[in-house]
C-alpha cells in the first residue's frame, strides 16, 4: 500500500514535470513563431521603403529631366527672340535712315525750287516797277533782254543735250508812228505836274509794299507753317458737301489679345507640384538703361540685369509678349502682401507689365490689350475682383506703379 502510495507521487510529479515541460515547449515556440512573423514584417517593411525610396528617386529623375528640357526650350526661345528683336530694330533703323535720306533730298529740292521762283519773281517785280515808273513818266519802257530760265538742279546724272527749239517769229499788232497818236490828258499826261508825281509815287510805294507783303507772307507760310504741319492725304472718297451729324462715340472692343512668345530663360521658376493662380498684379516698366524709355529691347535687357522677369509684357502699340510661363513662379511681385493678409504673392500670381513712363499713362491700344488679357485670365484662373490690383497695392511702401494708371476706365472695360 506504501509502495502504490509513493508510485503514484512519482506519477504525479512526472506528469507536472511533463506539463511544465510542454509548457515550456509551446511559450518557445511561440516566441520563435513571433520572432519570424517580426522578422518577415521588418522584411516588407524594408522593401516597401526600398520600393518607395525607387519610385521617389525615379520621380526625381523625371522632373529633372523635365526641368532640364524645359530650360533648354526656354533658352532656345530666348535666343530666337532675341535675334529676332535684333532684326528688327536694326530693320526699322535702317528704313528710318532711308526716309530721313528721301525726306532730306525732297527738301533740298523744294529748296532749289523755291529759290528759283523767288529769282523768277524778283525779275518779275522789277520789271513790272520799271514798266510803272516808265508810264508814270510818260516814257517807253526800255525793252529787256530775255533772259532764259535757268534749268533746274537736279541731283541725277546730266543726259545728253537737247536741241534749241526753234523760235517762232512773233505776230502782233502794226505800229503807228507817235506823231499819229491823238494827244491825251488824264492821269498820265505827257508833262505831269507836281501833284500828280506825288500821287503816282506813294501809289507805287503802296503798290510795292503790297508786293512785298505778300510775298513775305508767301514764305512764312511756307517754310514756318506748311513746313511744321503734316499735309493730310487726300481721301479717295469725295467729300460730301453737308456736314454729317455728331455720332455718339463708339466704345472699344475687348477681346483676347494675339499673344507674341518671348519666353525668357531667367527671372522664374517651374514648381514641382502645380501652383494655384487667383491674383493678377499690374505694373508699369520703362527702359532705365537708354536714352529710349519706351525701349523693348532695353527692358527685356534689363529683366536680365536684375534676374526678373514677368508672365506678360505690352509694348505701347497694344502688342503683347509672354516671357514667361503662366504655371511658372515669376519674379515680379517681390517682398508684398496681399490685403488679405498672404505673403509670397509670387507663387499664386500672375505678373503683367505695361511699357509705361512715369510721366505719362499707357496708350489706348495698350489699355485694350491690357482689358482683354485680365478678361481671359480671370474667366480661365476664376480670379475675384478684389484680386486684380497694382504693384503699390501690395507693396505700398516699395512700389508706386503702375503710374498715372485710369483704374475707372479699365475697371469699365473688364465688367
Request: charged residues 35%.
Amino acid at each position: 500500500m506504501a509502495n502504490k502510495n509513493e508510485n503514484d507521487k512519482k506519477m504525479e510529479y512526472l506528469r507536472r514535470e511533463e506539463v511544465k515541460t510542454m509548457k515550456k515547449d509551446v511559450q518557445k515556440l511561440r516566441e520563435a513563431e513571433a520572432q519570424k512573423e517580426r522578422e518577415r514584417i521588418a522584411q516588407l517593411r524594408a522593401e516597401e521603403e526600398k520600393r518607395r525610396e525607387e519610385e521617389r528617386l525615379a520621380r526625381a529623375k523625371e522632373e529633372a529631366e523635365a526641368r532640364k528640357r524645359a530650360e533648354e526650350t526656354a533658352s532656345t526661345k530666348a535666343t530666337a527672340t532675341k535675334e529676332a528683336i535684333r532684326s528688327a530694330i536694326e530693320k526699322e533703323a535702317t528704313i528710318k535712315k532711308e526716309e530721313v535720306e528721301i525726306a532730306e533730298e525732297k527738301r533740298k529740292k523744294l529748296g532749289e525750287k523755291l529759290r528759283e521762283t523767288q529769282v523768277r519773281e524778283e525779275e518779275e517785280r522789277k520789271k513790272f516797277l520799271e514798266r510803272v515808273a516808265a508810264k508814270a513818266e510818260g516814257r517807253e519802257p526800255e525793252p529787256t533782254p530775255s533772259r532764259p530760265a535757268s534749268p533746274p538742279i537736279s541731283s541725277k546724272e546730266p543726259g545728253p543735250p537737247r536741241e534749241a527749239p526753234t523760235k517762232k517769229p512773233k505776230v502782233g499788232l502794226p505800229r503807228i508812228a507817235k506823231s499819229r497818236l491823238p494827244k491825251v490828258s488824264g492821269i498820265f499826261p505827257k508833262k505831269p505836274s507836281v501833284m500828280n508825281k506825288v500821287w503816282v509815287r506813294i501809289l507805287i510805294l503802296l503798290l510795292v509794299f503790297g508786293i512785298w507783303a505778300a510775298v513775305a507772307t508767301f514764305w512764312y507760310w511756307y517754310f514756318a507753317v506748311r513746313g511744321e504741319e503734316p499735309i493730310p492725304e487726300q481721301s479717295a472718297e469725295p467729300m460730301e458737301e453737308t456736314e454729317k451729324p455728331p455720332q455718339e462715340p463708339v466704345e472699344p472692343e475687348v477681346i483676347m489679345p494675339e499673344i507674341n512668345e518671348i519666353i525668357l530663360g531667367f527671372g522664374y521658376r517651374i514648381p514641382q507640384s502645380p501652383r494655384t493662380i487667383d491674383t493678377i498684379v499690374i505694373h508699369t516698366v520703362y527702359n532705365t538703361l537708354g536714352d529710349d524709355v519706351h525701349s523693348l529691347k532695353g527692358v527685356l535687357d534689363e529683366y536680365e540685369m536684375y534676374g526678373v522677369a514677368a508672365h506678360y509684357l505690352i509694348d505701347r502699340d497694344g502688342t503683347v509678349y509672354q516671357t514667361a510661363p503662366e504655371e511658372a513662379i515669376a519674379y515680379h511681385a517681390g517682398v508684398s502682401q496681399m490685403p488679405d493678409g498672404r505673403t509670397n504673392v509670387n507663387n499664386f500670381s500672375i505678373g503683367i507689365e505695361a511699357i509705361s513712363h512715369k510721366d505719362n499713362t499707357l496708350t489706348e491700344e495698350q489699355y485694350i490689350s491690357l482689358a482683354g488679357l485680365v478678361k481671359h485670365l480671370k474667366e480661365k484662373y476664376r480670379v475675384p475682383d478684389e484680386n486684380i490690383v497694382g504693384h503699390s497695392d501690395i507693396a505700398p511702401d516699395r512700389k508706386t506703379d503702375p503710374w498715372n494708371f485710369d483704374w475707372e476706365y479699365f475697371r469699365s472695360l473688364i465688367d
